[in-house]
């Protein structure tokens, strides 16, 4: 191998190869090493001239595996390429394992003459217990400028392509037959095309950034590349990019060597596949389930719970460990109706089964939903499992939302859901609005939601009562002063309209607005700007105005107590608020929320009413409107001694309407059966008077009419 030597350029090319590189002669006994490169000599620890003359085996460790080079003599006399792994010794003496891949090379007779070895380290491989971790890296490299080398280098397995680094566009000037079978392209196809072709089509744009990078900073380069081959079949390959320098480290070529991984890459995908698919049925099925954010049941073919992972404890406050063995009925905090939709959900066919909402109340009297899900087991046909999640934040975040977007207000009476349409319709845009209605029938609720739902929501609510307060005073806290402005101005003010500016200022009982205040008002509605008390300089202020009163404002206007102009700036957009008494239909909604509400606060657990108790609310007229029947909930709420609330707990002045309204009738509550025959029995009660068996069913005398169109009653 003297010529070896003497070849400087190819000398270069081997030194820049990552991969340990050995040549032993094929006709001497032992075999001796003729050449290596200094990847070897990292490696080993051997420098070239120690190991040139040593027999091929003296890096094995003595054992069974060192007549090896016979079988490798073997396959490759049966054209088999051959593989070998060796456990060798370091100069130093430490021991490591090394992958050999050894090609014959024969002179142009066909006579053997060396064996070329590529060294891989598999040290790390040996020690792995990942199969798909260790990618084996064989490769070869030996250039054209003699026979023998580039006989070498077709005789490796892996892809090998050079490349000029000289020339701007950086052609391919060699590939071998590896590279020809793994892209389907011929040498004469790629020689002299820029190189970039081999891996630009691959879609990873971070790798296509490293081998450009690369390219820049003249640095080895490894990937992993999914590219297509001539006939545009994809593939994957193992990319390692070499730069190569001449004496004077000037670049003048990459070695790129690439080696087809699809096989390894279809097989990592098909484990992975089977590994999902073994865990999803391995036997320690019950560990997997307590960790879950979703509480988990197993339901036996009886209903009998087997097991309950510990998620179950926070969504239905009871402790896992005494649920085994229990029928599921005993351990659901639900009532009779809740409990045999979830049997027949139990019993659905999977396809048709749909979640079911459950609600309970904890020893707090907080009130819990619970979501569950019912999947058949795949281990066990008969057996299903039921998968709970905890929807509470959900629900109490709804209701947040929906009390927030409809102002609180509470009911599903027609009146109310007229009410609720013609807030949003007035929201959208930016009108003066009159609130009109009663004491207590929530003018303010009203105010709140018109500025919920409108494009100022974010801004702030300034709620004034005109009520009550001296001219000066008042004026003073709508417009604000300057220092000085009267006694006890000690700094500067903003008003009310100021704090608005963004938002909205809702004017409570502008009836009662001095006369002299309603010009100043006035003068913001039709200038948008105000005067300070005290200052000359006006300000403008982007506020809109809602103004509410229960008073008739057109008799006080033909009184001369309210001024008209006024009156017609303000009712742009007008809502009358329904008394309590005109949408009774309302009431048992509005009873179940106060009780609700207080129930909690005073730690009760009351949450309904006897039907003679909720008979004597809706037969009650409700001069206070719905202030009023929240205080008689409270009231009640006070003196109740049971888990109910009774006639007897009501005020007395309410109870006392009850003698005189009474009929010989009771209450929704006490109809059983379904719709028709709850009808029915509320016209039997009430003789035939259609509009009283409304009132005993808690509807309205329209819903009642258009019930018995859709039951086809014609009684």
Known sequence: ?????????????????????????????????????????????????????????????????????????????????????????????????????????????????????????????????????????????????????????????????????????????????????????????????????????????????????????????????????????????????????????????????????????????????????????????????????????????????????????????????????????????????????????LETPAKDRKPVTIQWQDACFETHWVECSVKDDPRDPARRLAFLDDITELHRLRDKLEAKRFGGLIGESEEMQELNRLIFEIARGDWTVLIEGETGVGKELVARGIHEASLRKEGPFIAVNSAGLSESLLASQLFGHRKGAFTGATADQQGFFEAAIGGTIFLDEIGDLPFPMQAALLRVLQEHEITRLGETRTRKVDVRILAATHKNLVAETAAGRFREDLLFRLRVARIHIPPLRERKTDIPMLVEHFLKSASRQIGKSINSLHADALQCLMAYDWPGNIRELRSCVDFALIYSKGSNIQLADLPPEIRGRQISARLETEALLEFVGDERQRMLQALEKARGNRSQAAKLLGISRATFYRRLQELELTI
Request: glycine fraction near 8%; proline fraction near 5%; aromatic fraction near 8%.
């Open 1 to 345: 191998m003297q010529e070896i030597a003497n070849l400087d350029w190819l000398r270069q090319v081997f030194d820049a190869l990552p991969y340990a590189v050995a040549v032993a002669e094929a006709n001497m006994p032992g075999f001796p090493i003729a050449y290596v490169n200094r990847a070897f000599e990292r490696l080993t620890g051997y420098l070239a001239e120690e190991a040139k003359g040593q027999p091929f085996s003296f890096l094995a460790v003595a054992g069974p595996g060192l007549p090896v080079l016979d079988r490798v003599r073997e396959g490759l006399a049966l054209g088999h390429d051959s593989r070998i792994e060796l456990q060798c010794l370091s100069r130093d003496g430490t021991d490591f394992w090394s992958e050999v891949s050894v090609a014959l090379l024969c002179d142009g007779l066909g006579q053997p003459t060396h064996y070329v070895c590529v060294y891989t380290d598999i040290s790390g491989h040996r020690r792995s217990l990942d199969a798909l971790a260790a990618e084996r890296e064989r490769l070869l490299g030996f250039i054209e400028h003699v026979p023998w080398g580039m006989l070498a280098l077709d005789c490796i397995i892996s892809g090998v392509f050079i490349v000029d680094a000289t020339q701007p566009d950086t052609p391919v000037i060699y590939v071998n037959a590896a590279f020809e079978r793994i892209t389907g392209y011929q040498g004469e196809e790629v020689l002299g095309r820029n190189c970039r072709f081999i891996f630009d089509e691959n879609e990873d744009q971070a790798t296509l950034e490293e081998l450009r990078l690369a390219f820049s900073e003249r640095k080895e380069m490894k990937a992993e590349l999914l590219s297509h081959r001539k006939d545009g079949s994809p593939f994957w390959f193992d990319l390692t990019l070499s730069p190569v320098f001449d004496e004077s480290s000037q670049l003048t070529h990459y070695l790129g060597i690439q080696t087809d991984i699809t096989d390894h890459k279809e097989t990592e995908k098909r484990l992975q596949e089977l590994s999902a698919e073994l865990r999803k049925n391995r036997d320690d099925l019950i560990s997997i389930l307590n960790e879950f954010p979703s509480g988990t049941l197993i339901v036996e073919a009886g209903g009998t719970l087997s097991f309950a992972s510990t998620t179950c404890e926070s969504i239905l406050g009871i402790s896992p460990d005494i649920i085994p063995g229990q029928h599921w009925r005993q351990v659901f905090p639900v009532d009779g109706k809740t409990a045999q939709l979830l049997q027949n959900t």
